[in-house]
């Protein structure tokens, strides 16, 4: 990038100013160089976010606020600077000629890593807008810039308004923690030319204004429902024939002080561009990063900007700490299972900050809160945890901290996170498993009322934990306390291939439970599925039911009613035995769509493989019916473990369809253009398979040792994957095949970490290459 002659203002001069101020570096200027992707006009009135890890906004891509979300209902769109929000959206109109245009209609949307554009054509005031915004790192404020040129021969003059909508309003469960909402008040500074708004009863504030001299304000009350009130400021712009003014605002906020609310908002004018040079340089950075070079260039380019999506979920509070949220606008706060899931893939991609930060929020709260090792699920952004933890999130924790150690080998961090885990696993057996068959009991990932039982992902994932467990243990010599987590994963896994696994459908069961509860679900699930007009759910199910009538059992039993995605989790941990998950593969071939795997399968119809296009979800938000990135992310992994890359390929090409399929550069959580706009765990469907499977990267930092065992798709026969950071180490691999020889080029920056390369040979088996030193190569 070349260097920027910047001038800005001081803030003296910009208070003291009596005429416009023109900014020369414009974001049209800076953002040249950088990934873009334009929109699509059918998707102009769906949502779009530019976030920082303090405040975020959400609108339409047309440039328009509407009131949108359900979490809190019609309040999740706007800007945020959690636990408050402050703004529901703003209205920009010019008036020329006795005519009044609103800037609600854009034509083109545009998004970028770290900021996005919003494009207007005014054809009879002869202007072209183009509204930008930005949101600066560790920052409480937005920055606005409006590029507007005059696209006519003569010299043209018009007032511009500029009204925002303030609502100085609690996130979700505010009462919980005595956030008590209020009626908002406003109060024009002269001195600054900026307004300020209040929330009577609570020190919550935001500014707002701009670079320009304003010549007209006017308090107004506000177009949206609650406690908020409007500011107006008007400006006079002249602009000369063929040329483009540009004008800056910034929104800034407070939940401690006015004083924080305007400095942060003086703070922003002044430093805005070189903070938008900064983030630029900080995302390339995160381009870098596990930079994926493959023949498939789309899933390519959805690598990459899930980096970016990543970094957009990470949600600051000070007061109570940092990690990633689950998605936005209606997920944005902190979960525990959302967490275990992405922070994988976030290892993966070399964002190690967020993962650290996160699970020292989730480790921290969950002790405060539960103190025997249980982890949360759901915590808001003002500390009030929703949920206690669900019974997976717990042996998920567990197998998240021995996948991290893999990854930065630091003892220390075992030490500090495994009496959370050793805690966590006496409760799942001491507490959560009533009849001590080593099955804990209660809900899993499938939030379907009455689901609580034994449930097979529950049962899959503390099997996972109580061997990951005993590898952690050996390490901090606890070797007895090692030999007895060994045993008991050595038998979870044979109970689970042999309890849960049903022969008549191919498919390990979605629970244990009694016959009692498996007829109360089934006449749920009938009624879903006539809802939904399933017929042949139908019939499975009236089937089933009168199966278990006419051999009724006294004692639990495995049952398949709901063919759930966590059915597959036996496969995506890897402990299926080898037949068992084949033929439970093809199985689940059945519940799919072309955009990936169905929640619960009997949402599934004939028309399933054929379907293309939006997902019509409910008025009331549901995910009934619902295709999701998590199941098809799971599927990914667990074709993969069982040497099927290329039907893993497939997998992944369904789930990519949904990338930018309504926001451009995100993908949504139900695919394809349903619930959340951008969501953590979709980084684990690709960054874990990517880099973990297909590019086979294994690593052992704790002994400075990666093995690399490519299981690479038939048809990506020129692939690489630069700057893996594992550690102090960063590893670069670069795969190419002809024909049935494969050449693999290893490159490190640590000379001292041993590389050992596992290639397939002619006769079957596998060749081992293994040395030290910045560069390795081998053949098969």
Avoid at 230 to 247: D, F, M, Q, V
Avoid at 264 to 286: G, P
Avoid at 490 to 515: C, H, P, R, V
Wanted: glycine letters at 6%.
């Amino acid at each position: 990038m070349r260097p920027l002659l910047i001038c800005i203002c001081s803030l003296f001069l910009f208070i003291s100013c009596t005429q416009t101020i023109s900014t020369p570096a414009t974001l049209d200027t800076l953002t040249k160089e950088s990934p873009r992707i334009q929109g699509e006009n059918a998707y102009l009135e769906s949502p779009y976010v530019t976030a920082g890890d303090r405040v975020y906004m959400v609108g339409h891509q047309n440039g328009s606020f509407p009131e949108l979300g359900w979490h809190i209902k019609d309040e999740m769109g706007g800007i945020w600077n959690h636990p408050i929000k402050l703004i529901d959206g703003f209205d920009i109109e010019i008036q020329k000629n006795n005519t009044t245009v609103a800037l609600d209609s854009a034509h083109t949307f545009t998004n970028y890593p770290y900021a996005n554009k919003h494009e207007y054509t005014l054809q009879e005031q002869e202007l072209k807008v183009d509204r930008w915004q930005f949101v600066p790192d560790h920052k409480e404020g937005i920055f606005i810039q409006l590029a507007i040129r005059n696209t006519s021969n003569t010299e043209t003059s018009f007032d511009l308004a500029f009204t925002g909508n303030v609502d100085l309003r609690p996130t979700w469960l505010g009462k919980e923690t005595n956030m008590i909402d209020a009626q908002d008040i406003a109060t024009y500074d002269a001195t600054t030319d900026h307004w300020i708004m209040k929330d009577q009863n609570n020190p919550w504030f935001v500014s707002f204004g701009s670079d320009h001299t304003s010549i007209k304000q006017k308090q107004k009350k506000s177009s949206y429902r609650g406690m908020g009130v409007a500011g107006e400021l008007a400006y006079h712009i002249s602009i000369p024939a063929k040329s483009t003014e540009t004008i800056n605002f910034v929104i800034a906020g407070s939940y401690i002080s006015k004083e924080n609310a305007i400095a942060t908002y003086q703070d922003i004018h002044t430093s805005a561009i070189k903070d938008i040079q900064s983030k630029k340089q900080r995302y390339a950075q995160l381009a870098k990063q596990s930079k994926l070079t493959i023949p498939d260039k789309d899933i390519q380019e959805t690598f990459e900007w899930l980096k970016y999506n990543s970094d957009w979920l990470v949600r600051t509070v000070p007061e109570i700490g940092s990690g990633i949220t689950a998605g936005i606008p209606d997920y944005p706060w902190w979960f525990g299972v959302d967490s275990e899931y992405a922070l994988k893939g976030y290892m993966a991609i070399g964002q190690t900050e967020p993962v650290y930060n996160t699970i020292q929020l989730l480790d921290s709260v969950s002790n405060a809160l539960n103190g025997n090792g249980r982890i949360i699920h759901e915590m808001s952004t003002n500390g009030k945890v929703f949920n206690p933890g669900n019974i997976n999130e717990t042996p998920q924790y567990a197998s998240l901290i021995w996948e991290v150690y893999q990854w930065n080998g630091d003892r220390t961090f075992l030490e500090r996170y495994f009496p959370t885990i050793e805690k966590g696993l006496d409760w799942l057996l001491s507490e959560k498993d009533a009849n001590n068959n080593l099955f804990p009991d209660g809900f899993g990932m499938m939030e379907i009322h009455g689901l609580d039982s034994e449930m097979i992902d529950v049962a899959v994932y503390t099997q996972r934990a109580f061997d990951d467990a005993a590898k952690m243990a050996s390490i901090l010599n606890k070797n007895e306390l090692s030999k007895r987590y060994e045993e008991i994963a050595l038998s979870l896994k044979a109970k689970i291939n042999t309890e849960f696994w049903s022969e008549d459908y191919q498919s390990y069961a979605d629970f244990i439970g009694t016959d009692t509860q498996a007829l109360h679900l089934i006449e749920d699930a009938i009624v879903r599925a006539d809802t939904l007009n399933k017929p042949w759910a139908v019939a499975e199910l009236k089937s089933t039911q009168q199966a278990i009538k006419a051999n009724p059992s006294s004692q639990p039993r495995p049952f398949v009613l709901h063919h759930n995605w966590v059915v597959n989790t036996p496969m995506e941990m890897g402990i299926a035995d080898s037949t068992k998950a084949l033929q439970a593969l093809q199985t689940a071939e059945k519940f799919v769509n072309p955009f990936g795997v169905f929640v619960t399968g009997i949402d599934r119809d004939d028309s399933a493989g054929k379907d293309d296009g939006s997902f019509k979800g409910s008025k009331i938000f549901s995910y009934t019916g619902a295709v999701m990135t998590l199941p098809t992310g799971v599927q990914i992994v667990a074709e993969n473990n069982y040497g099927r890359p290329d039907q893993a390929l497939n997998y992944l090409k369904r789930m990519n369809r949904t990338f930018s399929y309504a926001f451009p550069g995100s993908m949504y959580e139900v695919s394809p253009d349903y619930g959340m706009i951008t969501q953590a765990w979709n980084i684990y469907g690709y960054a874990v398979p990517i880099v973990q499977q297909f590019f086979g990267v294994q690593p052992n930092a704790a002994q400075k040792k990666v093995t690399i065992q490519p299981q690479m798709p038939s048809t990506w026969n020129d692939a690489s994957l630069e700057n893996i950071k594992i550690a102090d180490n960063e590893v670069s691999i670069y795969y190419t095949k002809t024909g049935s020889q494969i050449h693999l080029k290893v490159i490190q920056t640590n000379p001292e970490w041993e590389i050992t390369i596992e290639l397939p040979s002619q006769d079957g088996n596998s060749k081992k290459f293994t040395s030290k030193g910045l560069t390795q190569e081998a053949h098969n």
